[in-house]
């Protein structure tokens, strides 16, 4: 019995000095792309205490893969102060096992139409206001239909609202297809400078779309505190060039973008690894987030936005057309309100 308890504790301590070591890379190597990447090229040195001190404590010991990757992604996060740090434990993954360039666009752009390329809803409120619940921005090769159709259906209301409370960002191209909706003409938005190649990007809106500009009409962006990224940036944009309020909450406040790595045949890492600058502005929302026109909680926002486009409307009745009248108008503006 003695014999197999001594068995089985060296074989414990056998396997919890491997997954030391093993962890202990993972971190060096993480460690080492934040050195070269990151936009803020001392921030490896945070880091690199972070992970020194919990391994000292020891708060990584007895974690399996996955939740060693959820916890690092959490500490990053609250360390670092950057909602773009993200870590992702890779089950199975094999590089051989990669398919090439154009499949997996495929097979991304096919995960994506099965969300409708993050258009959860298109639709027409009392009062002829347009509604669009957008939950992620996909890519605009594949998307672009999506969006044209949606801004067709609002085209003749009077107002538009752009639900973004649950809206976790993604692809740069789509938000600037989508910006390119609200500008009559061809605008430098903002610059992007990357770390590593040290070059400066320009990021503009194009001169023509494939469905209806939304132009010289009331926008309201709905926010709330995890619209995310490129959501922030829609906000932050059209609000900037006076084109659409923000109301809701105060968004995470997460600019910069990312560079993506795999780390040890094993972990998917995303390090925020370039800036953003608005030419109008030229500052970002980063670490700040959006704020709000009006402050109201998030599950407040669509009346309240819905209420406001209502109250436009009395404002400019003679050149605005509605299937209500006055009186009804009124009604529901205090339904709203209640």
């Not at 959490?74 to 740090?85: C, E, M, N, S, T």
């Not at 009077?158 to 993604?170: A, K, M, W």
């Not at 770390?195 to 209806?212: D, E, F, I, L, P």
Request: aromatic share 10%.
């Amino acid at each position: 019995m003695k014999k197999l308890l001594v068995g089985i504790f060296l074989f414990h301590s056998l396997f919890s000095y491997a997954q030391k070591g093993d962890m202990t890379t993972v971190l060096s190597d993480i460690t080492e792309k934040v050195k070269s990447y990151y936009i803020d090229p001392t921030t490896y040195k945070k880091v690199d205490s972070l992970f020194q001190s919990e391994l000292k404590k020891g708060t990584f010991n007895n974690l399996n893969k996955k939740d060693f990757a959820a916890l690092l992604t959490q500490k990053l996060r609250k360390d670092i102060k950057d909602g773009h740090f993200f870590v992702k434990y890779l089950e199975n993954y094999s590089p051989e096992k990669l398919v090439d360039e154009k499949e997996k666009v495929k097979l991304n752009n096919f995960h994506n139409s099965l969300e409708n390329f993050g258009f959860e809803s298109v639709r027409r409120l009392e009062g002829n206001i347009g509604y669009i619940n957008f939950k992620g921005f996909a890519s605009p090769e594949a998307s672009t239909a999506t969006l044209a159709a949606a801004m067709n259906f609002v085209a003749n209301t009077n107002s538009l609202i752009i639900d973004l409370r649950e809206n976790g960002g993604g692809e740069n191209d789509m938000l600037l297809l989508f910006c390119s909706y609200f500008f009559d003409k061809k605008t430098d938005l903002y610059t992007t400078y990357l770390r590593h190649a040290n070059k400066t990007v320009m990021n503009s809106t194009q001169s023509n779309v494939s469905g209806t500009k939304y132009l010289h009409k009331k926008v309201y962006i709905l926010t709330s505190e995890i619209s995310f990224s490129a959501a922030e940036a829609l906000a932050y944009f059209l609000q900037q060039h006076k084109l659409a309020e923000v109301i809701g909450e105060k968004t995470e406040g997460t600019a910069n973008p990312v560079d993506h790595f795999i780390i040890q045949n094993e972990y998917l890492l995303l390090v925020p690894a370039g800036k953003i600058t608005s030419l109008s502005s030229h500052t970002n929302w980063e670490h700040i987030g959006v704020m709000p026109d009006q402050e109201v909680k998030a599950e407040y926002a669509l009346k309240t936005a819905h209420s406001k486009a209502l109250k436009n409307i009395l404002k400019t009745e003679k050149d605005t057309k509605t299937e209500l009248s006055i009186p009804e108008i009124k009604n529901l503006i205090n339904k709203l309100e209640q």
